[in-house]
């Protein structure tokens, strides 16, 4: 059952919430209230779920690749320490999910293929050199997000100047979960989380902007952005509380499922409560796909 070992290693749950980006976007560039969806904008639609779930996917091996010998001692069960997939077969993974998110991003556009080149760069980048530094490594992270959501965006070309700095909300609230996330496997991090508390709260201020500058509706996103920073303040708090793995781990893995109600925020305010909430069924899966696979 090697196969299995190979859905482990993608961590299929984070997935979920890329995929989630890819619907924020979309629904930034206002197309969710145009009368334009024709097949064509399906099918692009379409490849970008592929594309982001290839290009995350590949972050998450090449991540677990650079990481071998750290998770030898920290994290032996992990996929590639175990043994159920080798290094070298963890590797060739690797590549070839970046290579058919490439390839499915230019099947929608230049400028999606561009975005998505760049997102698969960012992310090698990230694994093998910034991870560990204290500030490369939580902007470095952010990037990848930011990029991410541009992604979606590129379903319309080209992508309207005035949403570009939207893209710098996902920048920020990952840069505060991967702060949340260092020394996970050791503890003694509460520095370094009561940062990503204020970051957290800059999101919301972030949030509130764009309800002034934008056809933006923040009451119908109100309840998904209460949601998102709510679970987020009481998981840190608690991970603040109780410095240990176990509390930061959680934090983190809180986090992580936590982008899907953010994109809903951004979902409902650009298009509808209704279609929020759509979004937001993307939860429940990744919350049940969590509970059988690794998350952080």
């Given at each position: 059952?090697?196969?299995?070992g190979?859905?482990?290693?993608?961590r299929p749950?984070?997935?979920?919430?890329a995929?989630?980006?890819?619907?924020?976007?979309?629904?930034i560039t206002?197309?969710?209230?145009?009368?334009?969806?024709?097949?064509?904008?399906?099918l692009?639609?379409?490849?970008?779920?592929?594309?982001?779930?290839?290009?995350?996917?590949?972050?998450?091996?090449?991540?677990?690749?650079?990481?071998?010998?750290?998770?030898?001692?920290h994290r032996?069960?992990r996929?590639?320490p175990?043994?159920?997939?080798?290094?070298?077969q963890?590797?060739r993974?690797g590549t070839?999910l970046?290579?058919?998110g490439i390839?499915?991003?230019?099947g929608?556009s230049i400028?999606?293929?561009?975005?998505?080149?760049?997102i698969a760069?960012l992310a090698f980048?990230?694994d093998?050199?910034?991870?560990?530094?204290?500030v490369?490594?939580?902007?470095?992270?952010?990037a990848?997000r930011g990029?991410?959501l541009?992604?979606g965006?590129?379903?319309v070309?080209?992508?309207?100047s005035q949403?570009?700095?939207?893209g710098l909300?996902?920048i920020?609230?990952?840069a505060a979960?991967?702060?949340?996330?260092?020394?996970?496997?050791?503890g003694?991090?509460?520095?370094?989380?009561m940062?990503?508390?204020?970051l957290?709260?800059?999101?919301v201020a972030g949030?509130?902007?764009?309800g002034r500058?934008?056809?933006?509706?923040l009451?119908?996103?109100?309840?998904f952005?209460?949601f998102w920073y709510g679970?987020?303040?009481?998981?840190?708090?608690?991970a603040?509380r109780?410095?240990h793995?176990?509390a930061i781990?959680?934090?983190?893995k809180t986090?992580v499922l936590?982008?899907?109600?953010l994109n809903a925020?951004?979902?409902?305010?650009?298009?509808s409560?209704?279609?929020g909430?759509?979004t937001?069924?993307?939860?429940?899966l990744?919350?049940y796909?969590?509970?059988r696979?690794?998350?952080?």
């Amino acid at each position: 059952m090697q196969w299995y070992g190979y859905i482990q290693l993608i961590r299929p749950a984070n997935i979920v919430t890329a995929i989630a980006d890819i619907i924020a976007g979309v629904a930034i560039t206002g197309l969710f209230t145009l009368d334009v969806w024709n097949q064509e904008v399906i099918l692009n639609l379409c490849l970008l779920i592929l594309s982001t779930s290839c290009l995350y996917g590949g972050g998450i091996v090449f991540n677990d690749v650079f990481d071998i010998e750290q998770d030898k001692i920290h994290r032996p069960e992990r996929v590639i320490p175990s043994g159920r997939v080798s290094l070298n077969q963890a590797k060739r993974f690797g590549t070839l999910l970046f290579l058919v998110g490439i390839l499915a991003a230019f099947g929608a556009s230049i400028l999606s293929g561009g975005l998505a080149t760049v997102i698969a760069l960012l992310a090698f980048l990230y694994d093998k050199y910034s991870k560990h530094n204290l500030v490369l490594g939580p902007l470095n992270m952010g990037a990848c997000r930011g990029s991410n959501l541009l992604l979606g965006m590129s379903i319309v070309q080209p992508i309207p100047s005035q949403f570009l700095w939207i893209g710098l909300l996902p920048i920020i609230f990952v840069a505060a979960i991967t702060l949340t996330a260092q020394k996970e496997s050791q503890g003694k991090n509460k520095r370094a989380i009561m940062v990503a508390m204020v970051l957290d709260a800059t999101i919301v201020a972030g949030i509130l902007l764009l309800g002034r500058y934008f056809n933006f509706s923040l009451k119908s996103a109100s309840i998904f952005i209460v949601f998102w920073y709510g679970v987020n303040f009481l998981a840190k708090l608690k991970a603040i509380r109780h410095n240990h793995p176990i509390a930061i781990k959680n934090a983190v893995k809180t986090g992580v499922l936590s982008l899907i109600p953010l994109n809903a925020s951004y979902v409902a305010g650009f298009g509808s409560m209704y279609l929020g909430l759509a979004t937001l069924c993307l939860l429940p899966l990744s919350i049940y796909l969590a509970k059988r696979f690794a998350v952080t």
